[in-house]
Structure formats: C-alpha cells, structure tokens
T-cell receptor, first 115, second 113 residues
Framework: NAGVTQTPKFQVLKTGQSMTLQCAQD?????MYWYRQDPGMGLRLIYY???????DKGEVPNGYNVSRLNKREFSLRLESAAPSQTSVYFC??????????????FGPGTRLTVL | AQSVTQLGSHVSVSEGALVLLRCNYS??????LFWYVQYPNQGLQLLLKYTSAATLVKGINGFEAEFKKSETSFHLTKPSAHMSDAAEYFCAVHIQGAQKLVFGQGTRLTINP
C-alpha cells in the first residue's frame, strides 16, 4: 500500500517548455487534488476532482490543465511553463468509499524549477 | 467564506518547553478543522482533526488542540518540545459540500537545544 505517489520528484524546465506531473493513489479514494506550495503562502489549490470524470478549478488554476485518467490517477499539465510556476507541487486524495470523507492524504511532492 | 489564519510564521522554543501554535478560523457553519505537519522535504501528514465531537482533540506525537467556538480558535499545543518536532505546521478548514480544504500560511517551528 504505497498511498499517494508522485513523479517526478524533481524537474527543471526552461520557459515555454511543457510537462506533465503524474499522481496515483491506491487507497480507492474518490477525490484527488493538486496544490502548489510557495514560501509564506501555505498550500493553494490548483485543481481538484471530486469524483472520477469530474474536475474543477481551485484557487490558482491559470496556466495549468488536469486530467482524471481513472479513479487512481490524476495528472497536472503545464502547457507553457513560466518562472512564476516554480514551486513545490503536491497531490492529495480523499474520500474512501467507506470512512471519513474529510481527511486528505498527501504525496511526497514534486519540486519544479522554471528557468 | 471559510478561512483560517495562523498567527506567527516562525515560532522558536527550547527543547522541553511548551509548544503553542495559533490558528483562528472564520466559518459561518460548524467547521471541520485540521492540523497537518510537514517535515523537511516531505509531504503533509495529518496530526489531528476536529469534526464536532470532543472539543479537545488528541493527535500523534503528543500534540493536542482545543476547539474554542467563543474565540474561533483551534490552537495546537504540546507540553514538552522535542528536537524531532522541528517542522512546518499547517492549520486547515474543510469546506463542507465542496470537498476541499483551505490552508493557513503555515508556521515553521524551530526547537533550540
């Protein structure tokens, strides 16, 4: 039981390049989330998927797209990376079929630098 | 709108001293409140949560938090700090119905030997 996994762990991009951050969970959770963490700003929600087949914008969605590939996987895509997207990105999941619906479980993060 | 505010971006205490990390919330409905901890270069782990049962909530690693409606607070405490408690701590409120969490800005806890 690996929980929430993210790939890659580190990435350096040049301005204008694209990339996809991958996230997978093996806890049979219905909801998945993408956050970015910047110093002094806590975690800010980029996009989330309350259930398979749905996605919604969070607080800071500009410059990002997401795909809920199936119940396990939720990817985040940067189409044209900008230096302002330099951050640490966390994926999280919540809402098991049975059990508490409010607790989120986090992956280890992806540290992205855009030059 | 529901939100949380953490008072103090940095807190420094001596080993063995009381740890007090402050969180105030704003919510028009009874809130679900959380404390998460982030150790260096790791993801967030749940410390404890309040979901309208007992107002004093006990978590992992000796931490506890008390929900005080009159003060709209959910402060995190630990009687005796240990070096391993050095980390960043986040308070969060659950947005009911939307299945989302809103996080505070975080408090970095430093433990002095």
């Amino acid at each position: 039981n690996a929980g929430v996994t993210q790939t890659p762990k580190f990435q350096v991009l040049k301005t204008g390049q694209s990339m996809t951050l991958q996230c997978a969970q093996d806890m049979n959770h219905n909801s998945m989330y993408w956050y970015r963490q910047d110093p002094g700003m806590g975690l800010r929600l980029i996009y989330y998927s309350a259930s398979e087949g749905t996605t919604d914008k969070g607080e800071v969605p500009n410059g990002y797209n997401v795909s809920r590939l199936n119940k396990r996987e939720f990817s985040l895509r940067l189409e044209s990376a900008a230096p302002s997207q330099t951050s640490v990105y966390f994926c999280a999941s919540a809402r098991p079929v049975a059990g508490p619906t409010d607790t989120q479980y986090f992956g280890p993060g992806t540290r992205l630098t855009v030059l | 709108a529901q939100s949380v505010t953490q008072l103090g971006s940095h807190v420094s205490v001596s080993e063995g001293a009381l740890v007090l990390l402050r969180c105030n919330y704003s919510s028009s409905v009874p809130p679900y409140l959380f404390w998460y901890v982030q150790y260096p270069n790791q993801g967030l782990q749940l410390l404890l949560k309040y979901t309208s049962a007992a107002t004093l909530v006990k978590g992992i690693n000796g931490f506890e938090a008390e929900f005080k409606k009159s003060e709209t607070s959910f402060h995190l405490t630990k009687p005796s700090a240990h070096m391993s408690d050095a980390a960043e701590y986040f308070c969060a409120v659950h947005i009911q119905g939307a299945q989302k969490l809103v996080f505070g800005q975080g408090t970095r806890l430093t433990i002095n030997p």
